[in-house]
Structure formats: structure tokens, C-alpha cells
Nanobody, 118 residues
Framework: QVQLVESGGGLVQPGGSLRLSCAVSGSTFSLYIMGWYRQAPGKQRELVATITNSGSTVYTNSVKGRFTISRDNAKNTVYLQMNSLKPEDTAVYYC????????????WGQGTQVTVSS
């Protein structure tokens, strides 16, 4: 059973930074494209960023230049460094793992709350 466990959320002032982590267990980490999604109250879940095993990244426009996704394949962990945070970044952030060769194998973490407020 693949498990994703997020950590690192919290309350931060506008302009501040947070680093989210997602530890993956139960499968071969390199087989998965890893991603971060977020869901704000009353809104649909949206893609924030993804990263392949080789390090290729994709970002949604609203976070480009502020957020950085990375992965440590030796530690089976994916990170999301969030800088210059804005109130509109407030959401529950979810870690996601998509198997490279099977669209049926998709896993989610439990989510971690990020609140940007003064």
C-alpha cells in the first residue's frame, strides 16, 4: 500500500516562506511523477506543481517564480518550497503520486493546511 505523508504546513504572514514535505512509502519512488495540489475553501482542487523522476518540472502560472518543487529520490521525499506567500495561497495542500505507466495508480496524501494571513 502506497502511503504519502505531508508535513510543514502552518500559519505564515504575507511575504513569508514555508517548506512542505511529502514522504512516500510502500512502492518504488522513481516510478512516480510527484505533484502538489491545493484546494481553497469553496474552490476545486488545482495543480500547483509536478516533478518527474528526472527532475522536469511544471508549475501553475500563479506560483511561477515563487514556489519550487524538488525531490530527493534517496529519501523518497518530495518538497515544495514556497516563498513570497500571498493570502490567496491559503489552502489545504495535497501531495500526489502518479504512476508513470499506469493511470489507475494515483495516490494522495491527507493534506496539510497552509494559511497566509497577517
Amino acid at each position: 500500500q502506497v502511503q504519502l505523508v505531508e508535513s510543514g504546513g502552518g500559519l505564515v504572514q504575507p511575504g513569508g516562506s514555508l517548506r512542505l514535505s511529502c514522504a512516500v512509502s510502500g512502492s518504488t519512488f522513481s516510478l512516480y511523477i510527484m505533484g502538489w495540489y491545493r484546494q481553497a475553501p469553496g474552490k476545486q482542487r488545482e495543480l500547483v506543481a509536478t516533478i518527474t523522476n528526472s527532475g522536469s518540472t511544471v508549475y501553475t502560472n500563479s506560483v511561477k517564480g515563487r514556489f519550487t518543487i524538488s525531490r530527493d529520490n534517496a529519501k523518497n521525499t518530495v518538497y515544495l518550497q514556497m516563498n513570497s506567500l500571498k493570502p490567496e495561497d491559503t489552502a489545504v495542500y495535497y501531495c500526489n503520486a502518479d504512476h508513470r505507466f499506469s493511470i489507475a495508480l494515483k495516490y494522495w496524501g491527507q493534506g496539510t493546511q497552509v494559511t497566509v494571513s497577517s
